[in-house]
Nanobody, 120 residues
Framework: VQLQASGGGLVQPGGSLRLSCAAS????????IRWYRQAPGKERELVAV???????NYADSVKGRFTISRDSVKNTVTLQMNNLKPEDTAVYSC???????????????WGQGTLVTVSS
């Protein structure tokens, strides 16, 4: 199983970016999918999570600005980030609880990080 993240880049304050994370491999099912971020010199922060049923939760710092969604057929998750602020600058990583059809064990997988820089 692999998670491939994409969509980071440089954006001005107030701008938008969309991050995507695609899961591939021996996937039977995916439970919760999360986006984390880690800014330089800071601890990793949970930004958003979406359950298999579509329930979502967000960090207070991004509520009303970020939206997490998933396509359970394509095994992808998207983080739409609007009204970005300089404090959103961080490396963003996706994380998913995946059950493989090889052994039906649920394992937590990580995608590689993608850098989001919000600066004028």
């Amino acid at each position: 199983v692999q998670l491939q993240a994409s969509g980071g880049g440089l954006v001005q304050p107030g701008g938008s970016l969309r991050l995507s994370c695609a899961a591939s491999g021996t996937i039977a099912s995916i439970n919760n999918i999360r986006w984390y971020r880690q800014a330089p010199g800071k601890e990793r922060e949970l930004v958003a999570v979406i359950s298999s049923g579509g329930s979502t939760n967000y960090a207070d710092s991004v509520k009303g600005r970020f939206t997490i969604s998933r396509d359970s057929v394509k095994n992808t998750v998207t983080l739409q980030m609007n009204n970005l602020k300089p404090e959103d600058t961080a490396v963003y990583s996706c994380n998913a609880d995946v059950t493989s059809y090889i052994d039906y064990r649920r394992v937590s997988y990580w995608g590689q990080g993608t850098l989001v820089t919000v600066s004028s």
